[in-house]
């Protein structure tokens, strides 16, 4: 089969991809465990004998999807340029788990890669949480848990909210240990139904208006 210039940049972004996520000590048999697909064809694929195959494509679209546009268009998001943090812009789909948006959050923290990462990780939590575990959680093959969340989060607490529910409520955190922690929350929810009331008394007013001129 001939292979066609797109055919190769595809195959050497999903090898950028691999170099970047899975350690190279026993990388090809850490893809089979996660792809299903045989080592020897990763091994065969990344060492330049082949191509992508689409199964391998497929799966990496499926298990990593923040990945997902650029790998098949090389394409960045429209507004990179103009994002304020280090990480490509990420995407939501259905299904989307804690664990894709922390490990979102610790690309855009954290510069090593690979075992370097796991072991980074590791260090980072003091070696309670061992880079073992750290392996599992970002090449997917586990959720995190909320000590891992946490720990992650106190280095980009900006994120916090959207890590744990996906969204973000607009409601500033609060303390209910620390005084000036709720004082803050209280002056935020004086404002808010200030301009609650502000909108009710104006939609008032409006039906009035529009009632006198029938």
């Known amino acids: 089969m001939t292979k066609t210039l797109k055919d190769i940049e ?4 999903l090898r950028t991809l691999i170099e970047g996520t899975f350690p190279t000590r026993g990388r ?11 080592a020897n064809r990763w091994k065969n694929f990344y060492y330049r004998k082949q191509e992508a195959a689409p199964d391998m494509v497929d799966f990496w679209c499926k298990k990593y999807p923040m990945e997902q546009t650029w790998l098949l268009t090389g394409v960045e998001a429209p507004n990179q340029a103009e994002f304020p943090f280090d990480a490509p812009v990420p995407r939501d789909w259905e299904g989307q ?3 894709d948006r922390l490990n979102w959050v610790i690309k855009e923290w954290a510069s090593p890669s690979g075992e370097q990462l796991f072991a980074y ?3 980072k939590s003091r070696g309670s949480i061992p880079a073992a575990e750290w392996s599992r959680v970002v090449l997917r093959l586990a959720e995190p848990t909320l ?8 280095f980009r607490p900006r994120f916090t909210e959207w890590v744990l529910l996906g969204r973000v409520t607009g409601e500033p955190p609060v303390d209910p ?10 002056k935020w929810n004086d404002l808010r139904m200030a301009r609650h009331v502000e909108l009710a008394n104006r939609s008032r007013a409006a039906a009035r208006q529009n009632h006198s001129q029938e």
């Open 28 to 38: 090809f048999g850490a893809l089979e465990s996660v792809s299903g697909i045989g």
């Open 177 to 186: 240990t620390d005084q000036s922690s709720i004082e803050n929350w209280k």
């Open 97 to 99: 788990t804690m664990g």
């Open 147 to 154: 000590e891992m969340a946490q720990l992650v989060c106190q």
């Open 121 to 123: 990780l590791e260090k």
């Open 10 to 13: 595809l195959s050497n972004r």
